[in-house]
């Protein structure tokens, strides 16, 4: 297996990947805690640092970039400078962000997260901020040249965050055409997991599995096991794979038994901002170059195992993984 792994590790930069989703900025104030407020029984933070990386769609296209696949993205930003960085980063690693839309009307979402800590300690996440006021927002995304991308990509990823770029009907169009191209198309939802059906897969984490289902699964493996098989039949997937933090993760996949993954690494986690990203763009991106479900699973457990011992947004390299497969 080791063998097989790693030999899908030179496939990657020959796939091409299709990124649809919400395009997010994610911000981190770092600080140290100077002292109590007298205004308030508050902490007041010594702002040290304030670095702002892609997030949402944009990180997981972030994620496949740094894997060495070609990347066509679609979504929208704002005509604002959150807007303006995501662009940049984009381009500036070799993405083709000539689907994405630009809107004066839209404000792209910003989420800001204070992590503070004494001075000689690690920071920690004490509070998060989210800035978004385009509930009703429409991407209209161009459906010719998605399609046209499409026609050239090895793999589709849909990520989902809420903010209403993927449209019922746009969810369709692209079944269709991954369909008729027979590439595989994951998807990743935060909300409106029960929406995506009779695709390739879906990459929830139990707590979104729980909120979807509106059963409480907890640590019950019998509960997860018959929750996920529901799933599986009900929303017509080939496999489903359940991310489920410290414990690592289950595949549920048609004909076969579930196939529990333990975490790779330590539970020691440094933070988990955008692990969901990492694991479903080196799911797909194994998928794109014929691994199968188990074998795409594990390597992309490998990645999340490895992005959260990492602090803030962040990526997987090929060498890391290799280092961690050997």
């Known amino acids: 297996m080791q063998k097989q792994l790693l030999n899908l590790l030179k496939k990657f930069s020959k796939s091409t990947i299709v990124v649809v989703g919400d395009l997010i900025a994610d911000e981190f104030l770092y600080g140290h805690v100077s002292r109590i407020s ?13 670095v702002r990386s892609p997030g949402g769609a944009a990180n997981a296209a972030n994620n496949l970039l740094a894997l060495g696949a070609g990347v066509t993205i679609a979504g929208m930003v704002g005509m604002d400078e959150s807007g303006n960085e995501i662009l940049a980063a984009l381009r500036k690693d070799g993405a083709d962000t000539r689907l994405v839309r630009r809107r004066r009307s839209y404000a792209t ?3 800001t997260r204070i992590l503070a ?6 920071p920690h996440q004490i509070v998060r901020v989210d800035r978004s006021n385009n509930t009703a927002a429409s991407a209209c995304l161009s459906r010719r040249l998605l399609e046209e991308a499409v026609r050239t990509a090895d793999g589709i990823i849909l990520s989902d965050y809420g903010y209403n770029t993927i449209s019922a009907s746009l969810r369709s169009d692209l079944r269709r055409w991954a369909g008729i191209k027979g590439i595989p198309i994951i998807a990743d939802s935060r909300f409106r997991m029960s929406d995506y059906t009779d695709i390739t897969a879906i990459t929830p984490n139990i707590t979104e599995l729980e909120a979807s289902t509106g059963i409480s699964i907890g640590s019950d493996t019998k509960l997860l096991h018959a929750v996920a098989g529901d799933v599986l039949k009900r929303q017509k997937l080939q496999f489903l794979l359940v991310t489920q933090g410290r414990f690592g993760m289950t595949l549920f996949e048609n004909g076969k038994l579930p196939l529990h993954i333990p975490i790779y690494g330590t ?5 988990v901002t955008g692990a969901g990203d990492t694991v479903i763009a080196v799911l797909t991106l194994a998928l794109s170059c014929g691994a199968s479900a188990s074998q795409a699973a594990r390597l992309a457990n490998y990645a999340g195992g490895i992005v959260v011992m990492k602090q803030g947004t962040a990526t997987v390299t090929c060498a890391e993984l290799r280092t961690a497969l050997k």
């Open 38 to 50: 007298r205004e308030a029984p508050v902490l007041v933070l010594d702002c040290r640092n304030l």
């Open 109 to 111: 979402p910003i989420k």
């Open 117 to 122: 800590g004494a001075r000689h300690s690690a």
């Open 267 to 271: 539970d020691e986690v440094s933070d």
